[in-house]
Nanobody, 113 residues
Framework: QVQLVESGGGLVQAGGSLRLSCEVS????????MGWYRQAPGEDRAFVAG??????YYAEAVKGRCTVSTDTAKNTAYLQMNNLKVEDTAVYYC????????WGQGTQVTVSS
């Protein structure tokens, strides 16, 4: 059974940085398309960033401020977020995708002004 565990969220001031981690167990990260979504209160879950064999992909709202990556040795995906804005406040979810979608439990990111 594939499991994803996120970590690295927290409270940060606007302009600060956070690095989210997503550790994969029960599967090999190189076999999946990986990425991140986020869900703010009262809103639908929205795509943030993704990575696969073809490259990396970003939502317009985070392009230039976020970097998605994977470490196959650690079986972990990362989302480096810089110059954070109040509107980045959300629960961030990691996903792993093959013929199925696997999701983590989410990690809260709160950006204060």
């Amino acid at each position: 059974q594939v499991q994803l565990v996120e970590s690295g969220g927290g409270l940060v001031q606007a302009g600060g940085s956070l690095r989210l981690s997503c550790e994969v167990s029960g599967g090999t990260i190189s076999n999946y398309r990986m990425g991140w979504y986020r869900q703010a209160p009262g809103e639908d879950r929205a795509f943030v960033a993704g990575i696969n064999m073809s490259g990396t992909y970003y939502a317009e709202a985070v392009k230039g401020r976020c970097t998605v990556s994977t470490d196959t040795a650690k079986n972990t995906a990362y989302l480096q977020m810089n110059n954070l804005k109040v509107e980045d406040t959300a629960v961030y979810y990691c996903y792993a995708r093959d013929v199925n979608d696997y999701w983590g439990q989410g990690t809260q990111v709160t950006v204060s002004s």
